[in-house]
C-alpha cells in the first residue's frame, strides 16, 4: 500500500534551518510529484512548493520564495523539504502530499511533522 | 490567489442526520475541486475530487457537487467514525490552495 513516511519533529532556533524527510513506498517514486503543504496552529493549510521526482524540476510558492528548497533523491524514493531563516511563524505541522497526476489533487499524505521555532 | 471560504466553521450534528458543508471559490475553478476529511492526530484523507467523484474506498454516504465558484460537500447519515475537520481545495491551473475547514462535532 502506498505510504508516505517523514521523518520526526524538530525544535529549532530562530534563524535556523530545517530539513524535513518523507519517504514514500508501495508505488514507483518517479511517477507522482511530490507536494509540501503545511498547517500552522489555527491556521488553514498552505500550499509550500512541489517536486517533479522525475527530473528534479521545482516550483516554489512566492510566499516561500528565496526561503525553501525542495530536493529528492530517486535511490531512496524520498523527498525532502528545507526551510531556512526560521523565525516563530514557521512553527508547524509540515505535510508532503503526493499529486495523483501532474497539478491535480493530493490522493496520499505524511503524517506530519511539526516544527517548533522558538528561542 | 484562489482564495476559499468555507461554512459553517462548525456544524452540530447528531448520528444519523445529514451534513452539508459549503466551499467557496474567490474565482472559478472549473470542478478543479477536492474535499479532504481529517482527524485528529491523523492524516488528511481524500474524500471527493473533481467536485463530484468519490475516492476510491470511500463510503456512498459521501457526496460532492457544484462547478465555478460553489461547492458542497454532504454526508447523508452520519457514522460516528465521520465526525472530523473537513477541508476543500482547489487545483486549478497549477495553483493549490485551501479552505479553513469544517469541523463536524457530535450534537
Known amino acids: 500500500q502506498v505510504q508516505l513516511v517523514q521523518s520526526g519533529a524538530e525544535v529549532k532556533k530562530p534563524g535556523a534551518s530545517v530539513k524535513v524527510s518523507c519517504k514514500a513506498s508501495?508505488?514507483?517514486?518517479?511517477?507522482?510529484?511530490i507536494h509540501w503543504v503545511r498547517q500552522a496552529p489555527g491556521q488553514r493549510l498552505e500550499w509550500m512548493g512541489w517536486?517533479?521526482?522525475?527530473?528534479?524540476?521545482?516550483e516554489y510558492s512566492q510566499e516561500f520564495q528565496g526561503r525553501v528548497t525542495i530536493t529528492r533523491d530517486t535511490s531512496a524514493s524520498t523527498a525532502y523539504m528545507q526551510l531556512s531563516s526560521l523565525r516563530s511563524e514557521d512553527t508547524a505541522v509540515y505535510f508532503c502530499?503526493?499529486?495523483?497526476?501532474?497539478?491535480?489533487?493530493?490522493?496520499?499524505w505524511g503524517q506530519g511533522t511539526l516544527v517548533t521555532v522558538s528561542s | 490567489e484562489v482564495v476559499m471560504t468555507q461554512s459553517p466553521a462548525t456544524l452540530s450534528v447528531s448520528p444519523g442526520e445529514r451534513a452539508t458543508l459549503s466551499c467557496r471559490a474567490s474565482?472559478?475553478?472549473?470542478?478543479?475541486v477536492a474535499w479532504y476529511q481529517q482527524k485528529p492526530g491523523q492524516t488528511p484523507r481524500l474524500l471527493i475530487y473533481g467536485a463530484s467523484t468519490r475516492a476510491t474506498g470511500i463510503p456512498d454516504r459521501f457526496s460532492g457537487s457544484g462547478s465555478g465558484t460553489e461547492f458542497s460537500l454532504t454526508i447523508s447519515s452520519l457514522q460516528s467514525e465521520d465526525f472530523a475537520v473537513y477541508f476543500c481545495?482547489?487545483?486549478?491551473?497549477?495553483?493549490?490552495?485551501f479552505g479553513q475547514g469544517t469541523k463536524v462535532e457530535i450534537k
Open positions: 517536486v517533479d521526482t522525475r527530473n528534479g524540476n521545482t
Open positions: 474565482q472559478s475553478v472549473s470542478s478543479k
Open positions: 508501495g508505488y514507483t517514486f518517479t511517477r507522482y510529484m
Open positions: 502530499a503526493r499529486d495523483w497526476s501532474s497539478g491535480w489533487f493530493f490522493d496520499f
Open positions: 481545495q482547489q487545483y486549478n491551473n497549477w495553483s493549490w490552495t
